[in-house]
């Protein structure tokens, strides 16, 4: 292992292994003192996925989230490497909360990518950490920074009890090659898709502030990150009502997205990316039915049909597909096991429900509100990771 490519961020050495129970009293404690000092600090108020990260880890989310936990008798695996993704500013944080609240000591590599909420999550949590009463926890983390060395990913893999990789899929597939010990467990996130789904006549039922509060929620789900989180929408499917009525609910709900817009910094190698990727579209996609811009803060890509990939449509910086259907069974042939996240506007869930268990669907794992589409929780992509990352006692 080369030491002298590793940046110590927090910790200089490798974790002790002492497994807690799943929400253990020092854990929940730790990360409600954490929430506190990030809400406190007024300068964080400028970045809402850090004011969202306090949120979630404030005291009374984690007492929901424990009262919600099953098992009697479990108790963490061990050690949890973590491997997380450079898109995503806040992603690291998260994953290292995962893994405390299963009850694990944490190896958390960070992306190398100059976020200043890196930095400022990391200076607080190293904060709280040297608190005398978070000896044990301290002790217990460890958080590096290091380019692509092969060597280190190979041996942080062998140590530990369980890796965590959030990646594109060719990242993954080079990890894997590195194995784990027998009895580790391993929780991938790989490239997902992600749409939104609306209903016509609901938008036509709203006012100009509801459609404004709407169109908020909408620039949460995806301007805030650039489009880059899986869970953001790239494609719209608009469902029910006639072709007129259509049209004025797309007029309606996209003046108001424009409007919202306004506030989201383009710099101009966002503006340039996004104008080539929209000629490239033009160009290349004969599925393509006509492209509406607004100034070069929106662009929006009506579809003629929906392509065998949907993965395919993935805008940036405010780059989006959209496409009419009249029922959600139009949809079954293009849910593979890469969809994700349904955000919905006036349609019920439990349809959306229905639909995927009746067309025995491998794909669509949540299913949220507008303007809840990046809000991560301990169910993600499917899996129960706070189950998957502890060790269960059968006790007679």
């Known amino acids: 292992m080369r030491e002298n490519s590793i940046t110590y961020v927090i910790g200089d050495k490798l974790p002790i292994v002492k497994p807690l129970p799943p929400y253990s009293e020092i854990v929940c404690d730790f990360l409600d003192e954490l929430s506190k000092r990030l809400r406190r600090d007024k300068n964080n108020a400028q970045y809402t996925d850090i004011i969202s990260l306090a949120f979630w880890c404030r005291k009374n989310n984690i007492k929901r989230l424990k009262e919600q936990f099953q098992a009697q008798y479990a108790i ?40 200043p909420q890196i930095q400022i999550i990391c200076n607080e949590i190293n904060r709280v950490l040297n608190l005398e009463e978070y000896k044990m926890l301290k002790e217990m983390t460890l958080f590096v920074s290091y380019g692509r060395d092969d060597e280190l990913t190979e041996y942080y893999s062998s140590i530990c009890d369980g890796r965590i990789i959030w990646g594109g899929d060719k990242a993954i ?33 709203m006012d100009d502030k509801q459609r404004l509060e709407l169109a908020q929620k909408f620039y949460n789900d995806t301007y805030l990150m650039d489009q880059n989180a899986c869970s953001t929408p790239h494609l719209i499917i608009w469902q029910g009502a006639d072709e007129e009525k259509k049209k004025r609910a797309q007029e309606l709900f996209w003046k108001s997205i424009y409007q919202i817009a306004a506030q989201y910094d383009l710099a101009d190698i966002k503006a340039v990316d996004k104008y080539t990727s929209l000629c490239q579209f033009a160009m290349e996609a004969d599925y393509i039915k006509e492209i509406q811009k607004y100034d070069n803060l929106l662009y929006r890509i009506e579809l003629n049909y929906l392509t065998e990939d949907l993965s395919v449509l993935r805008g940036q910086y405010g780059m989006f597909f959209e496409y009419y259907i009249s029922q959600l069974e139009e949809l079954k042939d293009k849910i593979t096991s890469k969809v994700q996240t349904v955000t919905y506007v006036g349609i019920n869930p439990e349809c959306i429900i229905k639909f995927i268990q009746e067309c025995h669907l491998t794909g669509i794992d949540r299913i949220v509100p507008m303007g809840e589409a990046l809000n991560i929780d301990v169910y993600w992509d499917g899996y129960d990771i706070i189950g998957q990352l502890i060790r269960y006692i059968e006790v007679r």
């Open 76 to 115: 963490g695996r061990g050690l949890v490497f973590h491997i997380t993704p450079s898109n995503v500013p806040i992603n690291f944080a998260f994953s290292y909360f995962f893994g405390l609240l299963s009850g694990n000591s944490n190896i958390v590599r960070i992306p190398q990518k100059d976020y």
């Open 173 to 205: 597939k080079n990890i894997r090659k590195f194995s784990l010990k027998e009895r580790a467990v391993e929780v991938v996130f790989a490239d997902r898709y992600s749409f939104a789904l609306i209903d016509i006549e609901t938008i036509l039922r």
